[in-house]
Nanobody
Framework: QVRLVESGGGLVQPEGSLRLSCAAS????????MRWYRQAPGKERELIAINTSPNGRTDYADSVKGRFTISRDNAKNTVYLQMNSLKPEDTAVYYCNALLGTLAYWGQGTQVTVSS
C-alpha cells in the first residue's frame, strides 16, 4: 500500500533552517509529482511546493519562494524540503502528498515551529 512518512520537523529560531524528508513506498515514486503542503492552526491546508517527475520541474507558493527548495532522490524514494530563513509565520504542520491518478495520499505530517 502507499505510504508517506515525513520527518525532520522541530523547533527552530527565526532565520534558522530545517530540512524535511518524506519517505515514500508502495508506488513507482519516480513517475509521480510530489508536493509539500502545510497547515497552520485555524487555516486551510496550503500547497507550498511541487516537484514534477521525470523532468524535475519545481514550483513554489509566493509565501516560500526564494527561501524553500523542494528536491527528490528517486533512488531513495524520498522528497525533501529545505527551508531557510524561517519566519514565525512558517509555523505549521507540514505534509507531503502524492496524487496517483484521482487518489491523493498524505503522510501523517511533521510539526515545524519557528519561535525565539
Amino acid at each position: 500500500q502507499v505510504r508517506l512518512v515525513e520527518s525532520g520537523g522541530g523547533l527552530v529560531q527565526p532565520e534558522g533552517s530545517l530540512r524535511l524528508s518524506c519517505a515514500a513506498s508502495g508506488f513507482t515514486f519516480s513517475m509521480y509529482a510530489m508536493r509539500w503542503y502545510r497547515q497552520a492552526p485555524g487555516k486551510e491546508r496550503e500547497l507550498i511546493a511541487i516537484n514534477t517527475s521525470p523532468n524535475g520541474r519545481t514550483d513554489y507558493a509566493d509565501s516560500v519562494k526564494g527561501r524553500f527548495t523542494i528536491s527528490r532522490d528517486n533512488a531513495k524514494n524520498t522528497v525533501y524540503l529545505q527551508m531557510n530563513s524561517l519566519k514565525p509565520e512558517d509555523t505549521a504542520v507540514y505534509y507531503c502528498n502524492a496524487l496517483l491518478g484521482t487518489l491523493a495520499y498524505w503522510g501523517q505530517g511533521t510539526q515545524v515551529t519557528v519561535s525565539s
